[in-house]
Each structure stands twice: as C-alpha cells, then as structure tokens.
C-alpha cells in the first residue's frame, strides 16, 4: 500500500513551551487512524501543523511523495489535505449548499468576469457546481437542508456539513477534530457510520483527533498517543489500549 | 528658537488631543465601542463655558465645573438611551451608526441653540505665561497650563485604574463582561462610570481647546475628536499610556507640518503618520497582539 | 442558483426601473418641482456607492469609512478628462471614456491602498480607511494643475510655484478645484448607471468568486483550509466596490459645473452618511442600500418645511431607526406584536 502521509519529527515551541516535540506519523492509503490523548496534549497543534496554520520549527512533511512542510493552509488544502475544526467553523451566513459549494471552489473554474456577466461558460460551470454539490449532500443524507442557513442546522448536522465541505475539497487526507464533541450517543453512533461510509464509498484515508478512547477503539485500526506534546505509544489499536504507559496518562499515576 | 517654539505649540495641541483620545480609550477599551459623538461632547463643554463666562458673565471656575457637569451627565444619558440597548445587538456597526446620530443630533442642537454663527470664546486662562531666552522664546500661558493638566490627568488615570476597586473593575471589564459580572462586577455600572469618565474629559479637553483656539462653532469638536481617535489607535487602543503618546505625536505633527511643509496638506501628512505606523505595526505602537485561536 | 435568488435580483431591477419611470412621468407632466428634479441624479449616485460601499461591508465584511474618497478619486479624474477635452470630443464619447477613466482610477486607487489596509482587522482598518479618505480629498485639494505651450504644470503648493506661463489654461486650481466642467450626466444615464453596478455587485455574489468573498467574511481559517486565496478575493472585493464608488463619482463631478474636494462631499462626514445608508438597509442587503439611499436621501428634502428642526429631526429618526432595528429588546417586541412581518421575512431567506 502507498504511504499517503509521512510526518517525520515534526516540533513546535511558543515561547518556552515545547507544545509538540518530535513527533512523527506515517498513514498508508485508506487507513483510518486515530490520535488520541489527553485535554492539551498537544493533538489540535498537530492539525494545526500538518494543515500549515503553524510552522513547524524542525520536521518534514510529505504528502503523497510531496514535501510540503512550508506550504500555507491555502496550498496544503490545494495540495490535498483537508480537516474540520474542534470549535465548529462553518459559513454561518451562507446556505448549507453554498457551504458546500464554497468547498468545491478549486473544482470548478470560470473567471470573475465570467462570474459578473453570468456568461454560458458560468451557466454551465455552475450546474456542473450545484449538481456536485447536490450529490456531497445526498452522501450525507443532507439534501433535505440545502437551502437552510448554516447556522439554523443542529449541531449534529453542522459537524457533518462541515466533513460534507471537507470532501469537497476532494482530499487525500481527512482530518477530523473531535468531529463526536458535544453529541449525544445517538448522533456519535450516526456520525461514526458516516465516518465508515465516506471511507468505503471514497476510498478516504482519515486521521481523527479523539478524547474518548472507547469511541476511538470502535472504528480506528492504528493509534497514536500524545502526552505533554510526545508521542507516548503508536501501533495497533489493540496494542496501543493495553500499553501500560498509555493506562497510566489516562488514569493517573494511583 | 522658532522651531522650539512650533514644538512646544505643538506638544500643547497634542496634549489636548490627548485628553480627548484618554477618553476615547478608556470608552473603547470598556465598551467595544468606538463613539463617534465623543468629539461633539467637546463642543458642549465648550458651549456651556461660553454660555456661563460670556453671557452670564459669571467665574470661569463656574463655567468650567458646570461644562464638566453637564458633559458627564450627557455622557450617561448617551450610554443608557443610545447606546445600551444595542450591546447585544450582534453587530458592531449597529452603535457605530447610533453614535453617528448622536454626533448628528447634537450638532443641530447647538446650531438650533446657538446659531451657525462663530462664537469668539473668552479664554479662561488669564496667565500671559513665560518669556525665556532673553524674549526669543515665548510660551504661552494655556500652553503651559495644557500640558501641566494632561499630564495631571494621566498620573490621575493610572492610579485610579491601577489602585482602585473602580479601576480593577473596569480592567474586569474590559477583559470579559461575562466574566466580571460573575465575578460580582457591576458592569452596568461600570460602564456609566466609565463614559462619566471620558466625558468629563472631554468638557476639560473643549475648555482648553477653545483657550488656546478660541473660535467656536457647533462643529468645533468633530475633527478634534476624529484626531483624537487617530491618536488613541496610533498610541495602541485600549492603552492609556498609548492615548497620551499617540496624542502628542500628532499634535507635534501637525504644527510641524503645518510650518514647514503646508497648512492645506497638514491633514493628510497627519493621517498618513497613521497609516505607516499602523502597516508596520498594525496594533499601534503601545498596542497588545491578539492572535485569533485555531 | 435558486429561483428565489433569480426572483430576488428582478425585484431590485423592476423597483428601480419602476422609480425611474415614475419620476420620469412625474417630470414630463411637469408635477415635479425643480427643485426635486434636482435630487434625482444625486439619490442615483448615492445609491450607487452604497451599493458599492455594501459589496465591501456586508459581503466582504470590512468596514470601511474612506468610500468618499473612492468618489473622489474617480470624480476629479474623469472631470479633468472631459473638461480638457472640452472643445474636442463630443458629449457622448467624451463621457463614456471619462466614465472608463473615473472608474479605472478610483479601481487603481482602492488596490494600491487595499494592499496594506487589508492586512489590518476591524476598527483599525475603518481608520485607516478614513485615513486614506481624507489624505485623498486633501492632496485634490492641494493640487494646483495648469497647461500652456510649454506642457503640463504641477503644484501641490500654490498656482504661482507651478512656474505657467499667464497665458495656459488652468485646469485645477488647488482649493477652488475644477471650474467649468460639461454637465454630461442626466437622470437617464444616473438610472441606467445604477442598474449596471447592481448587475454587477448582484451577479458576483451569486458566483463562485462571490462565495468565496462571503466564505471569507463568515470563516476566514476555514476559508483558507478550504483552500480560498484569501488575499485575492479581499482584493477583488475592495477593488470593485471602489471602482463602483467611482462610477457615483463620475455621475457625481458631471451633475455639477464647479467640483471642489470638500469636506461635505469627500470628508469623512460623507463616507458616513454612505454607511449609514448601508446600514439602515441591511448590512449585505443589496436592494435595502438602494431603497435606504432613496428615503435618507430624501427624508431631509422632504423635512424641508421644517426647515432648522429638519436636521434635529433627521438624527433622531436615525438613533430610533437603529434601536428599533437591532436593540434585541425592540427585536423580541416585534416578534410579539408583529409576528406577521418576521414570517414574511423568512419567505423570503
């Protein structure tokens, strides 16, 4: 199987804090991976890294036999990673379809001027846009909220949009953060068939950020650790759950 | 010898511009909220003066502590009626706008009042001032008592922020409503006390002004009070320290351009101080960096 | 594309053709005075940087206070144009290519100071907009221009340092700016003017390009992980609505034969009463600026009779306005007693 990311030593410091230190990564295509560890560990800085909002201070990144350790949000995203956000961050003003739309913006081009006059070229592009788009809704079984207004979905359905806009992108990589966060056991239990199907349907190589270690066991196939910003355990999920050390910054040192 | 004198002119008119721009600040800091109408409460200190000295003709020391008064009670009446109500409004720009007829609103108060006509305000300050340099240096009196005053009013401030229960408030405030009110904050209160503040201000600041300028008309504090606020955001806004070096600079700034360069282009070269500063540092210069979290 | 936002664009087309051929028969018929004849062009060029201030506040979402000197710009320049090809050009090309440079300019004008001004967030990017607003009205104020046989002369101090020889043509003259500009704008072209910076600013919204403006305005790090060039579209987004203010400039120096940059029409004080427009119509409701430019425009015309009181009572109309619109009281009052309004305005979303 192809490696689709490869994160060697990746570290970072604000100030004097070493928030993620030495850490590193590799996900085959298709793999669902999960990252786990406890409230600041370090998980989100990791995102964060990996979708270029930080720089990392040592380390390389490489994507599909690409390096981009130095790229911005706007050219990782480009280049084929996209992620969701713990704190929802959707178009709140827009409509649940021009969220998704919004995604697919690299998909399809016309030019302004297009966009101004409302050419054939723009007729044509924009059904091709608004069909694409149709069809992202229906995979999340959303196409009934289409024209609602982002912000007037319930919470469940906002934290499915915002993997809906994800996928838009058409990504290699998925990167979900706590995408279960502040739902119910119903809504988790639909959230991770989602999960499961976009990954069937698409092919999706996903790695997902999660306190909750019984939700993570569930559907991930290989775990990685963080604790004060180090890698503590990576491996098989199995493996990784019995590992002392991990027990240990779960439950305290008693 | 003249250029001392331009500087010292100038640090005069920057001091004026940085009591207005403390004022402005302090409201800003406390109330998120920029208040347009800030500079027009320099017009009715200014009006007050000149109602209680030249028509009445009684003390300055009554014109000034009525202007003081009735700014300050503007000052709550404008918070409680125009601006309260709008601060869950969810947009800042709905009591920006409010502000804007505030601003509105008291100038064709005056003019309705008062008349469109200038008005020659009799300076309060009676000292003539000092002659140094064997009379080569001339400073005046009002420019001497401006900058002694705002720098009283600084040493004030401070103190009053840092070492009372009153400023710890406003500093709560300033940081989370939410979270001060749980703390036991009135912020309401606050809040009033703080426009008191910056409004009494601003009566100081017009009577001084109109001392050393002394032509008045209902529009007499709009510019000042948008100079003031260029002020408050060049010194980094929500700074006290800030307000009183951002304003000096621009009062020295604009004398001096105002000499040497053009009295048309003094504005602009104002403005455009603004402008540089706030590209190479875009939170002014006493200004704290506050990066959005991912 | 929806056909509720299809619907939604007529609308504001069919109401502003409605208005204009209203008041088109009201003038034919001669009901209308001379002197309300004399607002129609100013209402459409209001209207027009409105809707241009709009694009930049409400879809793009950054408050800007410098949209009079964007008209400014693009009045003095197109000005200059037609008034020096006074005697050359015909009325109808001489204004179309002044049209073309009034916009040109005020869109070169918008980019080069979008540059640093859209690095800056929030309230200090209104300052320095005023800022650079005022910096504009104030150079065109300063600018002392003159032609004789020996070629173009430039001052920014006074008419004597620009060396003319007394016989050359002043073309600008510092405070007292140009004199004898061709009136070449009339309510037809306004209208017509209006209806084009609506096609424009309504069709880029509803365009991919428009998307991603909003998308920044909502969400800027989500935006950018959705891989929008945050950069281009901030400056698009500025350089258009500048460009549009600029066409209001344009209708704004040929409605008149003197054009000076005062305070009145390139201050601060008017970027204001533009965003109050704006605003009173609905941040990024498009339609709502044209319609909030028509009645504030109007409103102190038609308060004429009150004479001194019309302003007094123009700045209370507008703090009640805004607390009745946005105070969250006033708001759960109206959902009491007005529910009938909200329901319509949920039709319409």
Redesign the interface.
Known sequence: MATILDAQKLSISFGGLRAVDDFSIKIEKGELYGLIGPNGAGKTTVFNLLTGVYKPNEGRIILDEKDITRLDPVHKNKAGIARTFQNIRLYSKLSVIDNVKVGLHNQFHYSMIDGIFHTPAYKKVEKEITDRARELLSVFKMEQHADVLASNLPYGEQRKLEIARAMATEPKLLLLDEPAAGMNPNETKELMDTISFIREKFGMTILLIEHDMKLVSGICEKLTVLNFGRMLAEGETKEVLSNPEVIKAYLGDD | MSFLTYFINGLSLGSIYAIIALGYTMV?GIAKM?N?AHGDFIMVGCYVVFTVVSTMGLNPLVGIAASIVICTLLGIITEKV?YK??R???????V???A???S??LE??A??IFGADTKAFTSVIKWEGVILANGALKIQGVTIITIAISLVILAVLQTFIYKTKAGQAMLAVSEDKGAASLMGIDVNKTISLTFAIGSSLAAIAGVLMCSAYPSLTPYTG?MPG?KA??AA?LGG?GSIPGAMIGGLILGIIEILGKTYV?S??S??IV??I??IV??VK???ILGKNIQ?K? | MTMKKIQDKYITYGMVVIAYVLCEILMRTGVMTSHIKGLLVPVCYYAIVAVGLNLCVGILGELSLGHAGFMCVGAYTSALFSFSMKEVLPTVPRFIIALFIGVAFSALFGFLIGIPVLRLKGDYLAIVTLAFGEIIKNVFNSVYLGLDDKGLHFSLKDMASMGMDPSGKILVNGAQGITGTPSDANFTIAAFLLLASLFIVQNLIDSRDGRAIMAIRDNRIAAESNGINITKYKMSAFTISAAIAGIAGVLFSHNISTLTATSQYFGYNASILILVYVVLGGIGNIRGSVIAAMVLYLLPELLRGLSDYRMLIYSIVLIVMMLFNWAPKAREFREKHFAFLKKRKEARQ
């Open positions: 800003y920029l347009f125009a109500p709008l869950n409004a969810g947009s800042p720009l709905a920006l706008i409010t804007i007829g505030v509105y609103f064709n108060a003019l309705l709009a948008i606020f260029v955001v806004i053009s048309q282009l504005d602009a403005f455009g603004l402008v706030l590209i875009p939170t002014g959005e991912v």
